[in-house]
T-cell receptor, first 113, second 114 residues
């Protein structure tokens, strides 16, 4: 079945540094990738949608300059959290819509100290 | 616009007893509906999906859900709970095209007691 590989699974970084999260579609081409964020004890909220060959679209309230999204190829989408702060600590997860359903990455637990 | 409401934030059952996780949806279009499970610090795993075919959908691990348009519900059930079912469950709706945005419910934490 369709698999989305997400790395890293966990990352701890210092406040003010940047962190890059990668999502790769392993056996299909993903022209679109959805990026979600999940705060503790809350549901997943869509942050942005990346599209191969065009700019990402961001949900209301999500800072595009802070959360840089690049859809470099049909199999790779990246989310970079720039100048991370403790309030950015969260669980980030990507999702691609292959035919027949949505496939999620395994998620990245970001902790900013 | 679309929304989904999971009616219980926590459900607790004993091993071997039935499980019922409730979900109501709202969608301007004919919806596609999903149930996902998330174990602690893990990603999301698809349990089952409804995409306008049979209203009773069977998924993995013995779970099933019934789409009831008149009640705008898509409740998840399992006849007999197992300890390994303890996790958080999300009801998800997609309205319009299948490449539309996913809207997640608030999640239901299922606890299974021995």
């Amino acid at each position: 079945g369709a698999v989305v590989s997400q790395h890293p699974s966990r990352v701890i970084c210092k406040s003010g540094t940047s962190v890059k999260i990668e999502c790769r579609s392993l056996d299909f081409q993903a022209t679109t990738m959805f990026w979600y964020r999940q705060f503790p004890k809350q549901s997943l909220m869509l942050m942005a949608t990346s599209n191969e060959g065009s700019k990402a679209t961001y949900e209301q309230g999500v800072e595009k300059d802070k959360f840089l999204i690049n859809h470099a190829s049909l199999t790779l989408s990246t989310l970079t959290v720039t100048s991370a702060h403790p309030e950015d600590s969260s669980f980030y997860i990507c999702s691609a819509p292959p035919v027949g359903g949505y496939t999620f990455g395994s998620g990245t637990r970001l902790t900013v100290v | 616009a679309q929304s989904v409401t999971q009616l219980d934030s926590h459900v607790s059952v004993s091993e071997g007893t039935p499980v019922l996780l409730r979900c109501n949806y709202s969608s301007s279009y004919s919806p596609s509906l999903f149930w996902y499970v998330q174990h602690p610090n893990k990603g999301l795993q698809l349990l089952l999906k409804y995409t306008s075919a049979a209203t009773l959908v069977k998924g993995i691990n013995g779970f099933e859900a019934e789409f009831k348009k008149s009640e705008t519900s898509f409740h998840l059930t399992k006849p007999s709970a197992h300890m390994s079912d303890a996790a958080e469950y999300f009801c998800v709706v997609i309205g319009g095209t299948s490449y539309g945005k996913l809207t997640f419910g608030q999640g239901t934490i299922l606890t299974v007691h021995p």
